[in-house]
């Protein structure tokens, strides 16, 4: 902490500076760094050793795949212990947390890589955990959605605290994982958005305002701690990082055009789609953490029963509704008539442990998914005093933590400007949607929160659909040099049709790959790694000059 050591040590942190665990970790993580640079012949001492972090990319479980990859083939060739830190958004975060289970990651990829094919998690050992942690007062959407990704996506429940990682040596790149906070997202200043938690603190990236990461979740006033309650485990935490479903614009992407009248989407139409898309995909994450047969049968059936329900709620209906008011009505008793289908199911559930766990679990769910609840935390800034916390913040005894993809789907954020001082970020990009969107967002961001960002040429845009499979955009002065690899690319896609069928077989929100899709996608990435060795070579003796420069 900062200020006089005599001084009675405060739970609020405000800093733009790195914290005193984060500066002795990255201090001894350097001598590792720098004897890897020497190893790969770089001209680099310890005072000059570069700030490399490598930045992982939502999309779901492509991205978690292919960070492994590209990690694996980094090892590989000499390159992993080059970066200084590792970042994550969404989807990466799935393989951050299963890398971080190991304290030793770094020199055992294969191990890591392996992981992806373990037996999985039993459905008991997720429905025990869920009805443990439905008893808490925070308890939302977050806890089910990560609990049943866990399991069936990266296939543990990993139970450890992210501050247990405090006290470890350098052998990995430090961590940071990265959410934001939903209200302020939606209503408030940029500053208020981003949310990065590390081993040792988790805070509001532009605000500077920091606690302990042990003290996230516990209640405080006035930046006092009040009460100090259990820290989240990982399971939780990855129910926060990967969690676009929380926002209600990828919600909207799954309405059907017919109920799209006039333009307008209103609340309860959006309820109802809410309902039915979570009730889906927990069914199907659901099923990927049992081999039960009754278990199975009763999970086919409670698909089945969706179904039905929804197609009975026809285009026809819908349109025969001339008034707002009707439309409103109409999805109302929609999502009503949804939710009583599944109350019915639940009840003639055999008895015994399933139907237990599984009824508790229900009528915990419906509530939430009506209230669309999710990341609910206990606000440690509420009524703080300090005039640049924005009210979206100040006034709330509970924010609301999401995943970060809403706003870039990079973590580019907090690798920015002086605090971390990134010389080089190497971004192997995983995302959906529009190649080259995160850049020009980060570089929006940037230029909003005042920080220097490396000229991406708008011609590049051009090439979106069919993109190289490597991008450098050269720093200059304070810029950090961005190497931007795009997944799928002109390298191992004969055309732009192959990108976006590729694109479309692996995308972000669908059940569990295969083992055959998984293999594919770790062979993607470490491709991309391979073949782009001396590009990344060549930029990071770059950077080893560029430091020797400001020396």
């Keep these: 902490m900062e200020g006089n050591s005599a001084a009675p ?54 991205a978690a795949v292919g960070l492994m990859g590209t990690l694996y083939q980094m090892e590989k060739e000499g390159l992993l212990d080059t970066l200084l830190y590792l970042g994550g958004v969404s ?40 009805n443990e942690r439905a008893k808490d007062e925070d308890f939302s959407l977050t806890d089910i959605w990560g609990a049943l990704t866990s399991a069936g996506v990266m296939k543990q429940m990993d139970l450890r605290n992210l501050s247990d990682e405090a006290d470890r040596n350098a052998s990995n790149p430090y961590p940071i994982y990265n959410a934001i906070e939903k209200d302020c997202f939606t209503n408030g200043p940029i500053e208020g958005k981003w949310f990065e938690l590390s081993p040792h603190e988790a805070g509001f990236t532009e605000l500077g305002f920091f606690i302990e990461t042990s003290l996230l979740g516990s209640k405080f006033k006035d930046g006092e701690l009040l009460e100090k309650k259990p820290e989240m485990d990982m399971v939780k935490l990855q129910g926060i990082l990967v969690s676009a479903l929380a926002h209600e614009d990828i919600i909207r992407e799954y309405i ?17 789609l809410r309902v039915h898309t979570v009730l889906e995909k927990l069914v199907a994450l659901t099923r990927s ?15 089945n029963i969706l179904e039905v329900t929804k197609a009975n709620h026809t285009e026809a209906m819908w349109l025969e509704a001339k008034s707002p008011e009707e439309r409103k009505g109409l999805a109302k008793q929609w999502s009503l008539e949804m939710i009583a289908a599944v109350e019915t199911w639940t009840q003639n559930q055999q008895k015994g442990g399933f139907k237990t766990h599984v009824f508790l679990l229900i009528q915990k769910i419906l509530p939430l998914i009506v209230k669309w609840e999710w990341g609910t935390t206990e606000n440690y800034l509420y ?21 970060a993809g809403m706003v870039v789907n990079v973590p580019y954020p907090v690798f920015l400007g002086d605090k971390r001082d990134i010389d080089l970020m190497i971004a192997p990009e995983y995302s959906a949607g529009n190649m080259f969107e995160t850049l020009t967002l980060a570089r929006d961001y940037a230029a909003e929160v005042k920080k220097p960002f490396p000229e991406i040429d708008d011609k590049i845009l051009e090439e979106r659909d069919w993109p190289k499979d490597c991008y450098v955009f050269e720093g200059k002065e304070k810029e950090p040099t961005i190497i931007f690899m795009p997944f799928f690319n002109r390298r191992n896609c004969k055309d732009a049709e192959e990108v976006k069928a590729k694109m479309e077989e692996f995308s972000t929100f669908q059940r569990p790959f295969s083992q055959e899709k998984i293999e594919f996608l770790l062979e993607t990435a470490k491709a991309n790694v391979k073949n782009n060795k001396e590009t990344l070579l060549r930029e990071i003796n770059k950077v080893v000059l560029r430091r020797k420069e400001r020396l």
Excluded at 22 to 27: D, F, G, M, T, W
Excluded at 291 to 303: E, G, I, R, W
């Design 9 to 62: 040590e405060k739970a609020i942190r405000q800093s733009q500076s790195l914290c005193a665990g984060e500066q002795e970790y990255v201090h001894k993580r350097k001598q590792i760094v720098l004897e890897a640079l020497q190893n790969l012949g770089a001209n680099c001492t310890a005072n000059n050793v570069p700030h490399i972090a490598l930045l992982g990319s939502g999309g779901g479980q492509r």
């Design 91 to 130: 989807g990466s975060t799935w393989s951050m947390t299963s890398l971080y289970n190991d304290p030793e990651w770094s020199s055992n990829m294969d191990r890591a890589v392996s992981r992806l094919s373990g037996p999985g998690v039993e459905l008991e050992q997720v429905l025990a955990w869920l």
């Design 256 to 272: 059907p055009t017919w109920m799209n009248v006039l333009g307008h989407i209103d609340d309860t139409a959006e309820e109802y």
């Design 289 to 303: 953490t049992t081999k039960n047969p009754t278990a199975l049968t009763d999970l086919d059936t409670l698909q």
């Design 383 to 403: 009524q703080h005093q300090d005039p640049t916390i924005p009210p979206c913040l100040h006034t709330k005894e509970r924010f609301h933590l999401i995943d």
